[in-house]
Every structure is written in structure tokens, then in C-alpha cells.
């Protein structure tokens, strides 16, 4: 049985602290992406920042396996990588679409977000790729209010998806977030609408569609991190958190 913590006011002001934080580093790093430039590199300006503002990288150390914990303070996913992809000596190429995501946890709360961004000028199957995959993760934000079922969510950002003629990834979900990076609920990004949890204000969740251009199947690189697409065709990845109220829902990690 799921066990979802309500937010108090005072627990959504810290995490709205973490989420401006993660906003930040997502238009730092953003405006760094281009040709020429390694991931290792987009990985120290995040983690430098994120210490700046006296928050700690959430991402960094963690993972169920003691033996291969995540190394950095980003996911940066390039192309066929969906999530989880190792910064390092990687040099980012004209054409290429790159996935950031950044955690921040800061007084004990967590913020989470995630922002894919084009390399120089892409192709226009990759741009759609990017409007589309971000179009649907509003389309489930709009569903994300008391009242609704958690899986509104869901079938709103499949419906986006689907109809563009994209695969949504089945095998990785978002979730609930709060005093830990991973929370109850899961929220998927495919279902039928009614069903699932009642939402309730106060619940804190991590939207975040994962859209390939072909197939919805997904493998993992012996790393035991790396998530590619099966095809080798280009994913995309936005994601918010956000708060759920009686109103629109709002969002911790806005950026801009």
C-alpha cells in the first residue's frame, strides 16, 4: 500500500527553495550546451553552482547498489540515451539533443527536474521530438489537482504522446518527492484516466514524461545506469515538481 506524505506549508516553502535552485541550474547548464562542450564539464558547472546556493546534488551517491552508486550531480542523456547517462569525457556534437536532470536537496527537501535541450540547429524530427515530449508534460500537469485521479496524469501525457506518433517509456515513472528524492506515489506516464489514487493538496510529485521518437522499449547499458531507447532513435525528457492544490497545481522547478 502506497504511503503518500501531505506537504505543510512550511515543508512546500523548503521545497520551493530546492526548486529554485534546480531551476537555475537547469538555465546555467542550458546556456552552456553547445558543440564542443564534454558533459563532464556541464556536470562541475551544475555541482559548483548547486554548492554556491548551499545545496547538496541529490543525484551524486545515489542508488540501491552500494557498489555502483550514481557518480555525478547530472544525468546528461544524448540522443538515444532516455535517462541516467554518466557525465564524462562525452563532447557534445552539432545535431545532437541532450537531456539534463538535476536534483538539489537543501534543509532536508528535495527539488527535481529535467529539461532536454537542442546542440546548435537539429533536425526538425528532433525539434518536434522536444515540443511535443514538453507539451506533454504540461498536459499532465493540468491534471494534477485535487480532485483528480493520479492517473489523469498519466493518460494525458500518453494521449500528447501517442497522438504525435512517439513511444512513451513504460519501464521508468515518475514519482512522489519530498523528504526522500523517491516518494510514493509512482506516476506513470501511461494509463487510463479515473483511475488510480484520488489526488489530495499537499502531495508532491515529480512529472516527467520519458518520449522516444520509435519504439517505447528501452535497455540499459552494462554500466547498470545508461537507459537507451531499443531502436537507437533519438528520447526526450522534461520533468517538473510540483504541488498539488485545489487549483492549477504549482510548479516548485519553474524556470524563467
Given at each position: 500500500m502506497s504511503r503518500v506524505i501531505l506537504k505543510s506549508a512550511g515543508e512546500i516553502a523548503l521545497m520551493r527553495e530546492s526548486g529554485r535552485i534546480v531551476a537555475e541550474v537547469l538555465t546555467l547548464v542550458g546556456a552552456q550546451v553547445r558543440a564542443g562542450v564534454t558533459t563532464q564539464e556541464l556536470d562541475a558547472l551544475a555541482e559548483d553552482f548547486i554548492r554556491?546556493?548551499?545545496?547538496?546534488?541529490?543525484?551524486?551517491?545515489?542508488?540501491?547498489?552500494?557498489?555502483?552508486r550514481f557518480p555525478a550531480t547530472l544525468c546528461v542523456s544524448v540522443d538515444d540515451v532516455v535517462v541516467h547517462g554518466i557525465p564524462g569525457k562525452q563532447v557534445l556534437e552539432e545535431g545532437q539533443i541532450v537531456a539534463v536532470d538535476v536534483g538539489v536537496k537543501k534543509e532536508?527537501?528535495?527539488?527535481?527536474?529535467?529539461?532536454?535541450?537542442?546542440?546548435?540547429?537539429?533536425?526538425?524530427?528532433?525539434?518536434?521530438?522536444?515540443?511535443?515530449?514538453?507539451?506533454?508534460?504540461?498536459?499532465?500537469?493540468?491534471?494534477?489537482?485535487?480532485?483528480?485521479h493520479l492517473h489523469d496524469i498519466s493518460a494525458a501525457v500518453q494521449k500528447v504522446a501517442e497522438a504525435a506518433g512517439y513511444g512513451v517509456v513504460r519501464d521508468?515513472?515518475?514519482?512522489?518527492?519530498?523528504?526522500?528524492l523517491h516518494e510514493d506515489p509512482a506516476v506513470p506516464n501511461f494509463g487510463t484516466a479515473g483511475t488510480g489514487m484520488v489526488l489530495k493538496a499537499g502531495m508532491t510529485l515529480a512529472i516527467e514524461p520519458m518520449v522516444n521518437a520509435g519504439t517505447y522499449v528501452v535497455q540499459m547499458d552494462d554500466d547498470g545506469w545508461t537507459v537507451r531507447t531499443a531502436d537507437g532513435r533519438p528520447s526526450a525528457h522534461f520533468e517538473h515538481t510540483v504541488v498539488i492544490t485545489n487549483e492549477e497545481a504549482e510548479i516548485l522547478t519553474r524556470h524563467g
Open positions: 554556491s546556493q548551499g545545496g547538496v546534488p541529490a543525484f551524486k551517491g545515489y542508488g540501491p547498489d552500494r557498489r555502483n532536508g527537501y528535495f527539488g527535481d527536474a529535467a529539461r532536454t535541450f537542442p546542440v546548435g540547429k537539429i533536425s526538425d524530427e528532433k525539434r518536434r521530438l522536444l515540443q511535443v515530449t514538453e507539451e506533454s508534460l504540461h498536459a499532465g500537469i493540468r491534471q494534477a489537482r485535487a480532485g483528480n521508468l515513472v515518475g514519482h512522489g518527492v519530498g523528504r526522500n
